[in-house]
């Protein structure tokens, strides 16, 4: 499933479509574009629409417009903020049905009067709700849905997500408290609120609810699948995109004229112009989405993880045929879907957050493991212990034990990766 509002699933619904033949073929979207995911809930094209416009050539029958489903059908809105974690910078956002403010996507901002008081140049600055820097007391995550309806719907998809986590690193703790609607501090209340998409808050907060949508809504065609869920559990554990962490450009490259206009209001974009040089307020409201976050709370650390569940894929919000995102290196492409699991580097920056849960377990067993996989054994003694021929020879790091084939420290490095903690280079 792609993660290009697939993830979030929130491309424009049709009546915001720029009206010109060129972006009639650019923006509307190909069912063909959206493998394993169900078209039959996508909206088939109204040649009403296009009154005017030169379709010759243009089979309107095999095109559709996905539904705003992340927005539910709301638009999306611009607040230039001043705030001590997201900086200072543009950002869009829509407001949910229980008027939260969703930013990057999919990230709760808090409810919509924290985000106002935070525009830039607001006089007073209410303290943002949702912080992010907090962890979950003893790495243990309190959840509760907010009716025994909705647990019924999508019980089955958090399970997985949460299973999927506590495999990874067990020493995460998931307990579910009785469904209620009311909003509790420090408790993450899950929704499936229709139209609402896929969010979370980031990270915990002991002074204010927590919350989680994963919207199953038929009828508006939205759809947070598994890998959708697992990303969305990743925000609440308080990770962030890795594709909006400062260092970005050195590794992959945001390509603003590849960006989806999607302007919204009826209007459209100037001739020659994209989303590089646009000037048109209701288009290209997703290049904030593509923003760096530079607050030193966030881990950024290790190397670039372009494998991470919290990467976006190449092909979000891109125009038709196009990428967004593209690796600067050719072997390693950015994924054209969204991660269906936790990679180490998720794995380890959790680890770091909770590191009176999991430092422990990962001392006990001494990880990350003192070796490092090298194949074949850099010496031409093999791993034997050191002779009287040879007696300033040691044996090096990949031979553990006298392990010739690297056993020995694969095996530790697994144990490490089996208890949730960092297993260092594979």
């Known amino acids: 499933m792609l993660f290009s509002l697939v993830f979030l699933l929130g491309l424009a619904a049709a009546a915001t479509v720029n009206l010109t033949r060129a972006n009639v073929k650019s923006e509307l979207i190909s069912p063909a574009k959206f493998g394993g995911i169900d078209t039959g809930k996508f909206k088939p094209i109204n040649p009403s629409l296009f009154k005017g416009v030169d379709l010759s050539g243009i089979d309107l029958s095999k095109i559709h417009t996905v539904p705003n489903l992340i927005l539910g059908e709301r638009p999306l809105r611009n607040a230039k903020i001043s705030d001590p974690l997201f900086g200072d910078r543009q950002v869009s956002y829509f407001v ?4 939260l403010a969703i930013i990057d996507g999919d990230v709760a901002y808090g409810p919509v009067s924290s ?5 830039s140049g ?3 600055k209410e303290k943002r709700a949702f912080s992010g820097k907090d962890t979950w007391p003893n790495a243990e995550v309190k959840y509760k849905y907010d009716s025994a309806a909705t647990a019924s719907s999508i019980q089955n998809l958090v399970n997985d997500a949460i299973n999927d986590w506590q495999t990874a690193a067990p020493w995460l703790r998931f307990t579910r408290l009785p469904d209620s609607a009311t909003w509790t501090n420090g408790v993450l209340t899950i929704t499936s609120n229709g139209c609402d998409g896929c969010w979370a808050t980031l990270g915990y ?14 009828a508006c065609g939205d759809s947070c699948g598994g890998p959708v869920a697992l990303h969305e559990f990743g925000h609440v554990l308080g990770l962030y995109h890795e594709h909006q962490r400062p260092d970005r450009e050195a590794h992959v490259q945001y390509h603003c004229e590849n960006l989806a206009p999607l302007c919204q209001n009826g209007k459209f974009m100037a001739k020659n112009t994209n989303c590089c040089n646009n000037v048109e307020p209701d288009c290209c409201k997703h290049t904030s989405d593509f ?24 092909s979000l919000f891109a125009l038709a045929g196009t990428n967004t995102l593209t690796s600067s290196n050719p072997a390693v492409p950015v994924p054209v879907s969204n991660a269906a699991s936790v990679s180490p580097m998720d794995l380890d920056r959790v680890c770091k957050r909770n590191v009176l849960e999991c430092k422990p377990v990962c001392k006990q067993i001494q990880c990350p ?10 010496n031409s003694h093999g791993c034997r212990p050191p002779t009287r021929f040879d007696p300033d020879w040691t044996p090096p790091p990949c031979c553990v034990g006298g392990d010739d084939d690297n056993g020995s420290c694969r095996k530790w490095k697994n144990k490490c990766k089996a208890h949730g903690c960092p297993s260092g280079p594979s």
């Open 115 to 119: 985000l106002l008081a935070h525009r």
């Open 369 to 378: 493991p003192p070796c490092d996989i090298v194949k074949p054994c850099p």
């Open 205 to 218: 907060s002991a002074t204010e609810p927590l919350h989680m949508n994963l919207g199953t809504n038929g």
């Open 122 to 124: 607001a006089k007073s």
């Open 96 to 99: 949910t049905s229980n008027n």
């Open 291 to 314: 923003g760096f976050i530079n607050d030193s709370s966030l881990d950024w650390s290790g190397a670039y993880d372009i494998n991470s569940l919290m990467h976006y894929p190449g």
